[in-house]
């Protein structure tokens, strides 16, 4: 895309995990662009020193307003929420709170400041458990955990706000996130993360004793969950090629998933750590968690037509590999 046409982005939970990347991925790219996080999961450092960072909620009005006059803020990026299906079903009203009511104010935030375009991360949990697998974006949409909802009436408000208000949006439900940058410039931070490869690879360099292996009953080859694992930085260009999409036909939306079409096992996924790192994690079988269905992996042919998008890093040991290079590094930085 033409210098030009590069707009000025906002991006709401810069400062986290994926949101990180999607930064990097803009900055790299020439885009013009602008953060906004409350750091509660994110961290300063994960944002580069000539991105400027905004300390504060995506619910604050008046720091919207000003963001979006200081910069000209054409267009939005929005990461920021809560992501762990457990805890979404042990504290639901948090979830709706933070993830739902919070993007409704963003959005009316959006749409009284002129704002043209908006890229959602939205997620495969609002599926629920499909009736098949590959799933596809025409399927039923029936969420099993307050986290899958809390994203669905987000793409609900989104659709109807755009048609009411003229911008145009793109709706992202991703798979299963991992991996790191290649370079090692940003990655999964939070502590106490629950991501499957996050956790084996704490494990593999000391930081835990042990992975849980919750559930080995499912309906599936070896009894575990089965998911679609997508590189982080894969999934950051995703998002850069859905909104040059977005600037180039601004009279459509458009909703896509975001996965490789392949499903691992969480057996599978330990091999592969056990295989990339050359030593045994020890694994602790534990009972299902609430609203984890058994498979969910996507079939990405929407995406693979809609936008120029070939993944680069589609490959479980090198998502690990950089995983683990990532926790190395994030052990230096915790040192300092």
Known sequence: MSEANKVPVLVTGGAGYIGSHAVLALRDAGWPVTVIDNLSTGFAF??????????????????????????????????????VVPESVENPL???????????????????????????????????????????????????????????????????????????????????????????????????ATHLIKVACEAATGKRDSVAVFGTDYETPDGTGVRDYIHVSDLANAHLLALEALIERPDRSLTMNCGYGTGFSVLEVLDAVDRVTNQTIVRRLEPRRAGDPGELVSDPSRIRETLPWQPKYADLDQIIAHA?????????????
């Open 46 to 83: 994960a944002v580069p020193e000539d991105v400027p960072l905004y300390r504060g909620d995506i619910a604050d009005a008046d720091l919207l307003e000003r963001i979006f006059a200081e910069h000209g803020i054409r267009a939005i990026m929005h990461f920021a929420g809560s992501v």
């Open 94 to 192: 948090h979830y709706y709170d933070n993830n739902t009511g919070k993007s409704r104010a963003l959005i009316a935030a959006a749409v009284r400041g002129g704002v043209e375009h908006f890229i959602f991360s939205s997620t495969a949990a609002t599926y629920g458990t499909p009736d098949r697998s590959p799933v596809s974006e025409g399927d039923p949409q029936q969420p099993i955990n307050p986290y899958g909802w809390s994203k669905l009436m987000t793409e609900q408000m989104l659709a109807d706000a755009s048609a009411a208000h003229g911008f145009n949006y793109c709706a992202l439900r991703y798979f299963n996130v991992a991996g790191a940058d290649p370079r090692a410039r940003t990655g999964q931070s939070t502590a106490g």
């Open 324 to 336: 683990l290079q990532w926790e190395r590094r994030l052990s230096e930085l915790q040192e300092k």
